[in-house]
């Protein structure tokens, strides 16, 4: 049902609950993503709807899409959201659809309806019932909330606190325009290790094209970074079946969609290296990768990153993003980042529940980074 948000400039508000409304969706959510100024390939109706089918609906969760339209019907603003319960904890949480699988979080708004979309939001949310915290986790810097903070509401607490910092290059039109901002190790470096591979292996270096191959590559991505992290004793993200079978469908339909860019470098016709990346909206996204630990002094990863870099450019990306997290083998290809946030809003008029978010936010941030804290110190 929809309800009307009363002000000079009205949005029509309508949650959706069920698979059947998120399907109806699709369409108009794909036409909105195309539009949408700072929409990223977290936000496309692609990875959620994926993410949804694959591990959302088998945790529990429920569905709580919130779309906004115009008088005439337009839809101009979606909130892809998920209520669950909190560590099954009497707080009914709503936070974004996929969150832990996405690098960026975010409304999505029709050019020129930004402001107007956020303050809907914050309407909706300080005059809907069912919640007890809004955790918006991964808010990214220029994204949407951020830049729109909305209007004041009476009952609602916001506190927001900082996240993983996200390294990124601004991609010139030409390799060499790119390199010569390098410093002079890692210049070297990218030759040295290139001509080093040459010289030992056959050397192939490509990109998926069918999803059969997909499915070969991706098998072999998952061993790869497998087998790296377990070296640290720690075991990547790629674990169990939900989590792979989200990136085994996903990759498949972003690559009917042309957004997958899944890069392999074979030796003697073995993969030894993977760099699982997204190209959309101008903006190539360095995921996750998987390297050969036994070939680290020839350090694959090195030049297939490069390779990478070279392929955003010839497609006129922008942006190479290395997504979030600090890990120091980024500072060699960049210095410039910017920082998530995470935003969690409560009612004043609970303040037993608000209590209760906010003690839970900062435990899950200390342990996190405490986590991150050791698993760095084993790198």
Not at 127 to 139: E, I, K, M, N, Y
Not at 144 to 152: A, H, I, Q, Y
Not at 212 to 228: I, N, S, Y
Request: glycine share 8%.
């Amino acid at each position: 049902m929809g309800v009307t948000l009363e002000n000079a400039t009205a949005l029509v508000a309508a949650e959706i609950t069920d698979d059947a409304g998120l399907a109806a969706l699709a369409d108009e959510w794909r036409s909105l993503a195309a539009i949408c100024r700072t929409a990223t390939i977290f936000q496309t109706y692609e990875w959620n709807a994926v993410w949804w089918r694959t591990v959302g609906k088998r945790s529990g969760a429920r569905l709580a899409i919130l779309t906004f339209r115009d008088p005439a019907e337009r839809l101009v603003g979606i909130a892809p959201l998920v209520r669950s319960s909190w560590y099954g904890l009497p707080v009914t949480r709503l936070t974004f659809l996929a969150m832990g699988a996405s690098d960026y979080l975010d409304l999505l708004a029709a050019p020129g309806c930004e402001g107007r979309v956020v303050e809907s939001f914050y309407r909706y949310l300080a005059d809907a019932r069912g919640w007890q915290a809004v955790d918006l986790r991964q808010l990214r810097d220029g994204g949407l909330l951020r830049s729109n903070p909305g209007p004041e509401h009476g009952d609602l607490n916001v506190v927001e606190a900082p996240q993983e910092r996200c390294p990124f290059l601004l991609l010139p039109d030409t390799w060499d325009a790119l390199a010569r901002g390098f410093g002079k190790k890692t210049r070297s470096n990218i030759g040295y290790y290139d001509r080093a591979l040459q010289k030992s292996f056959s050397v192939e270096i490509g990109c998926v094209r069918s999803c059969d191959e997909a499915e070969h590559e991706l098998a072999r991505l998952f061993a790869l970074h497998r087998k790296r992290w377990n070296k640290r004793w720690l075991p990547g993200v790629f674990v169990g079946s939900r989590i792979q079978g989200f990136h085994r469908d996903l990759a498949k339909t972003l690559l009917e969609r042309g957004w997958l860019r899944l890069f392999y470098l074979r030796l003697d016709g073995v993969t030894q290296a993977s760099l699982y990346c997204f190209s959309f909206a101008g903006r190539m996204c360095y995921y996750q990768a998987g390297f050969e630990p036994g070939l680290a002094r020839f350090s694959p990863g090195t030049v297939l990153t490069a390779h990478a870099m070279r392929i955003a450019i010839d497609e006129a990306c922008t942006v190479f993003d290395l997504l979030r997290g600090d890990e120091p083998y980024k500072a060699k290809w960049t210095q410039a980042g910017v920082c998530n946030a995470r935003r969690l809003i409560t009612r004043n008029s609970n303040r037993t529940a608000g209590r209760l978010a906010r003690t839970l936010l900062g435990a899950e941030d200390y342990f996190e980074r405490k986590i991150k804290a050791w698993a760095q110190a084993r790198t």
